[in-house]
């Protein structure tokens, strides 16, 4: 049973982390082109590539709650 709680919290809490961050993240960068149209398109890059290794974090944790419930 606790295994399974360990499971839970490693891919629950990188996940609940990375949704604020990515939404805060996302809500900046709107209110950044809003105000500087003319660099969007860089902000977007930039919002893109920062968004990609957040999930990719997410990814990590969910390789490693696997790993955690199959006991490897």
Request: overall charge positive.
């Amino acid at each position: 049973m606790s295994t399974l709680f360990a499971v839970a919290l490693t891919i629950a809490l990188p996940a609940m982390a990375s949704a604020l961050s990515q939404a805060l993240a996302t809500a900046k960068a709107m209110e950044s082109m809003a105000r500087q149209p003319e660099a969007a398109g860089n902000m977007r890059t930039a919002l893109m590539t920062a968004l990609a290794f957040m999930e990719a974090l997410v990814l990590f944790a969910l390789v490693v709650a696997i790993l955690m419930w199959v006991k490897v």
